[in-house]
């Protein structure tokens, strides 16, 4: 199967209350996108001071020593810890340019970020939904019936949720239009 590689990758968010279930759903997404021959990346924002390393590392002592990036390297993987100490929390759209090159990054958490996202909404956390205050919002799943003027996915309907990215992103699968028609919204990242 074709996909559509491009030098910015269509970029999509997932965000909703802590204990919602979003790293789940993402996962379950991601693994129909891979299905459907999309090559995907994500990034998930994590709780402040949360640290790959461990002190006492020799990678640690690196990044103590004042590097400002320590690549780890092993057999099966590498990853790449970047210190921007004082400088602002970067935006996804900048982290995303640093990945290497797929067609979908999905993104968890940065709920202000201007990218699409869906919110995933469980009232029995007894928190308010996001999508009032963030326009961003462009559709919500929950297994509650709520009043929301934006598209609402069932949690347990994951290739449906897959094709609303996919739709949404306006991404062709197999050089032939999604199973939900040509995106009017056109969502890419502008990475260059």
Known sequence: MTS??????????????????KTTLIAQV????????FSV??????????????PGKDSHRL???GCREVMVVGD??????HEYRDDPEPEPLALARRMATVDIVLVEGFKSAPIPMIEVYRPNLGRPPLWPEFKTVVAVVTDA????????????DVRGIA??????????????????????????????
């Open 30 to 37: 991601i693994a129909h996108l891979r299905i459907e021959g």
């Open 41 to 54: 990346a994500a990034i998930k924002r994590a709780h402040d001071g949360f640290d790959l390393d461990q």
């Open 163 to 192: 094709s609303f990215v996919i739709d949404y992103l306006g991404l062709l699968i197999g050089n032939i239009s999604s199973p939900l028609g040509p995106s009017p919204h056109g969502w890419r990242s502008d990475l260059e």
């Open 4 to 21: 559509n590689r491009s030098a910015s990758p269509a970029v999509f968010g997932f965000v909703g209350r802590s204990g919602s279930g």
């Open 145 to 156: 019936e709520i009043h929301c003027p934006r598209p609402i996915l069932a949690p347990d």
């Open 63 to 65: 990044r103590e020593a």
């Open 76 to 81: 099966r993987r590498w990853a790449l810890l």
